[in-house]
């Protein structure tokens, strides 16, 4: 069983894939994690170099998340470029992992199962929802700079299978697990 877990930026994803990695014996493709791991290897870096200038570098020549970030969410056609390059070694990346832990339970865990083509890679996809307000307290600025770019909450909650609200407090840990109850899912 691979269960998807997505939602908006600042949602709680990795909160709710931590509750379940914590009780379940299970593997975990974080895409933004393999993302991340992504920028460090170096015909990476080349493309993004020649795509974006070498603005985007830290001293000591790798890519700075920080001004990549600045460059991609202040324009669209810009963030459409990095998706184009990231999207299909994110996709390969989290097959390969899938194809490693066959017969294994697992989590594909990220904003942009959708986008990248990941949700026929999923039996099932849990929905983290939370509220605009409960989501900029955690996350402050970031929530507008990206959310801008993403799915609307309505337009996430519709894609799910399941749908658990993230209300910021210790009761996400009891609505995941009643989610997995009410529903008959196991990992």
């Known amino acids: 069983m691979i269960l998807g877990i ?22 975990i493709a974080d895409l933004d994690s393999i993302g991340h791991a992504l920028l460090f290897k170096k015909e990476l870096i080349e493309e993004l170099i020649t ?24 324009d669209k056609k810009k963030l459409e470029s990095l998706n184009k390059i990231l999207h299909p070694k994110i996709k390969q990346e989290v097959l390969e992992i899938i194809e490693k832990n066959k017969n294994k339970n697992g989590l594909v865990s990220g904003a942009l199962i959708e ?6 890679c999923c039996d099932k996809i849990l929905i983290v929802d939370a509220n605009d307000d409960n989501i900029i307290r955690s996350i402050g600025d970031k929530f507008h700079k990206v959310s801008a770019f993403q799915r609307t909450r309505q337009e996430y909650i519709e ?3 399941f749908v658990v609200l993230n209300n910021f407090d210790a009761s996400l840990k009891n609505h995941v697990y009643t989610c997995f109850d009410k529903n008959g899912f196991k990992l």
Do not use: A, P, Y
Request: proline share 0%; hydrophobic share 30%.
């Open 51 to 74: 795509t974006f200038g070498d603005s985007i570098l830290t001293t000591d020549g790798s890519i700075s998340r920080t001004h990549l970030g600045k460059l991609v969410f202040n």
């Open 159 to 161: 894609s799910g299978d």
């Open 115 to 120: 986008e990248i083509d990941l949700k026929t």
């Open 6 to 27: 997505s939602g908006r930026v600042g949602s709680g994803k990795t909160t709710v894939q931590e509750i379940l990695i914590k009780e379940e014996k299970c593997w």
